[in-house]
């Protein structure tokens, strides 16, 4: 199985309120989009190992909630940065970005960050109402990007 060229890595935990968007966000994807040039990607957390999953991509998006509640979304374009999460059982996109440079001693492709403004993170909660409608916008946005797979295309939109 070969690799494709656009990794979305959605992350959180569907049992903890809006930390759910990460991963949701990977549904309308699957739902709305031909994933032939397109890896979907979720888990937990990010961890040591997922810098593996870099490998090989022409653009990453990397999509979680974010505790910036008054914002629907923020899309940035990451850097590697060698921060103490690597020593944590949670890592920042950053952190990974760090050590596939590190491991491949090359520079990682264009990866990006897109932050869903979130407020709930209880244990069995469902989505609060405000990460529906910031879901809703996060979506119509990613549909934007997969549309138009290049770099200059996305870096039009960060922040």
Known sequence: MSTKPILVFGYGNLSRGDDALGVLILEHIEAHFDLKNIDLLTDFQLQIEHALDLENRE????????VKSDIAFEFTQLKPVRDLSHTTHAMSPA?????YQTIKN?????????????ESFELGEGLSENAVQNLLKACKFTETLLSTPTLAFWQHFTT
């Open 95 to 99: 952190a990974i970005l760090d050590t």
């Open 59 to 66: 653009l990453v998006v990397f999509v979680d909630a974010s």
């Open 106 to 118: 090359e520079i990682p492709p264009p990866c990006f960050l897109l932050a869903i403004g979130a």
